[in-house]
T-cell receptor, first 113, second 115 residues
Framework: NAGVTQTPKFQVLKTGQSMTLQCAQDMNHNSMYWYRQDPGMGLRLIYYSASEGTTDKGEVPNGYNVSRLNKREFSLRLESAAPSQTSVYFC????????????FGPGTRLTVL | AQSVTQLGSHVSVSEGALVLLRCNYSSSVPPYLFWYVQYPNQGLQLLLKYTSAATLVKGINGFEAEFKKSETSFHLTKPSAHMSDAAEYFCAVSGGDTGFQKLVFGTGTRLLVSP
């Protein structure tokens, strides 16, 4: 099992460009998440999908959109990238029931110039 | 809303010394608590979790944590540090008014281990 996979690993964008970060999990998990990690701020939740067909905003959703394509895949889209979106992005998945931990992907390092 | 406080953004220890990383949480109801470790340029990996069973929880790599409700704490310890323990450690909480499907993370503590 690959667990949680993310593509790409690295990306450099210019201000105003758009891109989609891809995430897939092969653990048959119900819930999936997108976080951003910035120095000194821990991980902050951008969006999550509690189950296939649903998505909800997290703590920092502005400037992002998500799509739960199917049970396996959850993508994050930046429509018009800004330097403030320079960060490391992590996707995670979880069975979605009480007490379950989340399993993390390796991350995407995004730089917006 | 629930929150997690990790005291000390950096902790330095010598190899073989006790490791103590502090985590305090705020929650109106008994929470679920987690410790994750992040090695450089990698994702987060679960060290251990508390889900209302035993208050002393043992995890991987010799780490353990004790849930103390009266102190709202869930500190992470390891009796003897190894060079390979150098990493960033995150405490997280779920449950209560946040809901069990979301995790709220602390800001992390970087553990430095010197020879």
């Amino acid at each position: 099992n690959a667990g949680v996979t993310q593509t790409p690993k690295f990306q450099v964008l210019k201000t105003g460009q758009s891109m989609t970060l891809q995430c897939a999990q092969d653990m048959n998990h119900n819930s999936m998440y997108w976080y951003r990690q910035d120095p000194g701020m821990g991980l902050r939740l951008i969006y999550y999908s509690a189950s296939e067909g649903t998505t909800d905003k997290g703590e920092v959703p502005n400037g992002y959109n998500v799509s739960r394509l199917n049970k396996r895949e959850f993508s994050l889209r930046l429509e018009s990238a800004a330097p403030s979106q320079t960060s490391v992005y992590f996707c995670a998945s979880s069975p979605g029931t009480s007490g379950n931990e989340q399993f993390f992907g390796p991350g995407t390092r995004l730089t917006v110039l | 809303a629930q929150s997690v406080t990790q005291l000390g953004s950096h902790v330095s220890v010598s190899e073989g010394a006790l490791v103590l990383l502090r985590c305090n949480y705020s929650s109106s109801v008994p929470p679920y608590l987690f410790w994750y470790v992040q090695y450089p340029n990698q994702g987060l990996q679960l060290l251990l979790k508390y889900t209302s069973a035993a208050t002393l929880v043992k995890g991987i790599n010799g780490f353990e944590a004790e849930f103390k409700k009266s102190e709202t704490s869930f500190h992470l310890t390891k009796p003897s540090a190894h060079m390979s323990d150098a990493a960033e450690y995150f405490c997280a909480v779920s449950g209560g008014d946040t809901g069990f499907q979301k995790l709220v993370f602390g800001t992390g503590t970087r553990l430095l281990v010197s020879p």
